[in-house]
């Protein structure tokens, strides 16, 4: 059964530091992408960054240029720097992996979202 688990979350000063890091396990399917979305008190879950299985990244127009997405593909981790955080950085951070699934023995694929319980990131003013 497929497991995430986050960690790195606490409370930090504005304009400081933070890495919360992601690890998967139960499975030997294939990663897709990996990803980290957050969710603030009374908003919707919004995608903060993401990174596919070949390097491309993405990232949340509120984010850019202050967080940085990694992974380390062989240990099914992936990371979230951030840096010059802001008090409105404030929510549950939730990892997102993305596995692709065999389904027949032609090869055919289906993708599977698998999230984790989310970890609180408090940035103080």
């Known amino acids: 059964q497929v497991q995430l688990v986050e960690s790195g979350g606490g409370l930090v000063q504005s304009g400081g530091s933070l890495r919360l890091s992601c690890a998967a396990s139960?499975?030997?399917?294939?990663?897709?992408?990996m990803g980290w979305y957050r969710q603030a008190p009374g908003t919707e879950r919004e995608l903060v960054a993401r990174v596919s299985s070949g390097g491309s990244t993405q990232y949340g127009d509120s984010v850019k240029n202050r967080f940085t997405i990694t992974r380390d593909a062989a240990k099914k981790m992936v990371f979230l720097q951030m840096n010059s955080v802001k008090p409105e950085d404030t929510a549950i951070y939730y990892c997102n992996v993305e596995f692709l699934f065999v389904v027949n023995v032609e090869g055919a694929t289906v993708r599977r979202n698998y999230w984790g319980e989310g970890t609180l990131v408090t940035v103080s003013p």
């Open positions: 139960g499975s030997s399917s294939t990663i897709n992408a």
